[in-house]
């Protein structure tokens, strides 16, 4: 069992910044892809962005290419998302996931944290 505690979030303007942290066990977060999730309203599951363990290539959905920044770590056990230009659309409950190297889906999640954007 990997445990995923999200930090961060909360409520800005639109165009401002908002940091979140999600920190994984020590003893498995280097072998861990981390990746972010968020859900708005109504609507499902995204990607927003991830990372993985060894590579160290971040990917991103493109609405959120070139606003957000994620990076990993692995001293501290802990994969922040940078988020910048923040936009009203992006208002969601954000969660932190984790999957073993190789594997499709990701196994473990957080418990998510809000993020809201006023316009």
């Known amino acids: 069992q990997v445990q995923l505690v999200e930090s961060g979030g909360g409520s800005v303007e639109a165009g401002g910044s908002l940091r979140l942290s999600c920190a994984a066990p020590?003893?498995?977060?280097?072998?861990?892809?981390i990746g972010w999730f968020r859900q708005a309203p109504g609507k499902e599951r995204e990607f927003v962005a991830a990372?993985?363990?060894?590579?160290?290539?971040?990917r991103y959905a493109d609405s959120v290419k070139d606003r957000f920044t994620i990076s990993r770590d692995n001293a501290r056990s802990t994969v922040t998302l940078q988020m910048n230009i923040l936009k009203p659309e992006d208002t969601a409950v954000y969660y932190c996931?984790?999957?073993?190297?190789?594997?499709?889906?990701?196994?473990?999640w957080g418990q998510g944290t809000q993020v809201t954007v006023s316009s």
């Open positions: 996931a984790a999957k073993r190297a190789g594997e499709r889906d990701y196994e473990w």
């Open positions: 020590a003893r498995t977060f280097a072998l861990l892809t």
């Open positions: 990372i993985s363990r060894a590579l160290y290539d971040p």
